[in-house]
């Protein structure tokens, strides 16, 4: 039999899937990810990694890896794996696709209406106990209704986000590397050029991967172009923003807030200057964070893990493999 290891505790449905294919091995905590130096040993005789977005497979962990077939990342984004390094080695690399668009889209959803209507920032001030008064323009925020939600990143979960708009009565605007007929088919949405959009849009929702061409995409001269009131909410990865040029545009007051729940350097701590801003809604990277969705991601990820080291095809591959 082949051997595996898996670089966190994973739901028992996932741990079965992988036990029938393989011998494995399993840093058992739920929340500490696998200190570096035990999984470059524990990969000495790997045929197969079930990994996280923590762990960074690089060219030292395959260097140190000379079996290894597969990399069965458990998240739909791979910017922890270096693709180079795997292809050169002809190991395979298997994401999650799918399974988590709806509760990423829910999460996005989540933090656009808490952003706009100040949700936490409101339990903030009861907790330090400072509501006195109804009053008029008393935490007053922005309405949805005929308001343009603009999604950047035309993938799986832009589009659930662009869906979720309906009942909101929106506008709706996205950009992507090349329009996409059929998103502008299912959900309405038109095309727009990254700065029209900019522009143009009340609600901006990131969804793009992270790659070499987005790292970075909004930083100073990106947000102001944003109109006074936008609204801006990055669920994909935090290097997407430049996360100093965001809380100057948050001070200069464009955008007008923010929700966030992606960080450059994840996770974040509790001083984190964005923190300090009222108009800052931030949640830990729980985009896939419901219960069923965790289940479905760890059980895809096991069931390419097992198809690789099987013989079988790959269900969801990024990279074939040799
Ligand atoms: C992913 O899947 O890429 C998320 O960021 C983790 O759920």
Redesign the pocket.
């Known amino acids: 039999m082949k051997k595996a290891f898996i670089t966190r505790r994973l739901p028992d449905e996932a741990l079965a899937i992988v036990a029938a294919a393989c011998n494995y091995e399993i840093w058992d905590s739920a929340e500490e990810p696998v200190p570096r130096a035990l999984l470059l040993e524990k990969l000495r005789d790997a045929d197969g990694v079930l990994c996280l977005?923590s762990d960074r497979v690089d060219a030292e962990v395959l260097d140190h890896a000379p079996r290894l077939r597969i990399v069965a990342n458990?998240?739909?984004?791979?910017d922890n794996i270096d693709l180079a390094a795997l292809r050169a080695r002809g190991v395979a690399l298997t994401?999650?696709p799918d399974v988590?668009t709806d509760a990423?889209a829910d999460l996005a959803w989540a933090l656009l209406l808490a952003a706009a209507r100040r949700v936490v920032e409101g339990q903030k001030l009861i907790e330090a106990d400072s509501w006195r008064y109804w009053a008029p323009l008393f935490m007053v925020g922005q309405d949805l209704q005929r308001a343009t939600l603009a999604v950047v990143g035309a993938g799986r979960i832009g589009a659930a986000v662009l869906r979720r708009a309906q009942g909101f009565n929106m506008r709706l605007i996205y950009h992507n590397r090349r329009p996409n007929a059929e998103l502008e088919a299912q959900t309405g949405a038109s095309y727009r050029t990254f700065a029209a959009l900019l522009q143009e849009a009340d609600f901006i929702v990131v969804t793009v991967p992270l790659s070499a061409e987005t790292r970075g995409m909004f930083g100073a001269s990106e947000f102001a172009l944003m109109k006074p009131n936008a609204v801006f909410v990055n669920?994909?990865?935090g290097p997407i923003v430049d996360e100093a040029a965001l809380y100057e545009a948050l001070k200069a007051g464009r955008p007008w807030a923010v929700g966030l729940?992606?960080f450059a350097n994840e996770p974040i701590r509790a001083d984190h200057p964005l923190l300090t801003l009222p108009n800052v809604v931030a949640v830990p990277?729980i985009?896939?964070?419901t219960l069923n969705?965790r289940i479905a991601?760890a059980t895809l990820a096991a069931r390419n893990l097992a198809a690789a080291l099987t013989d079988q095809p790959l269900i969801t591959p990024v990279v074939p493999g040799a």
């Open positions: 977005i458990m998240a739909v984004g791979y994401n999650t988590l990423t669920v994909a990865r729940d992606v990277h985009g896939s964070a969705t991601m």
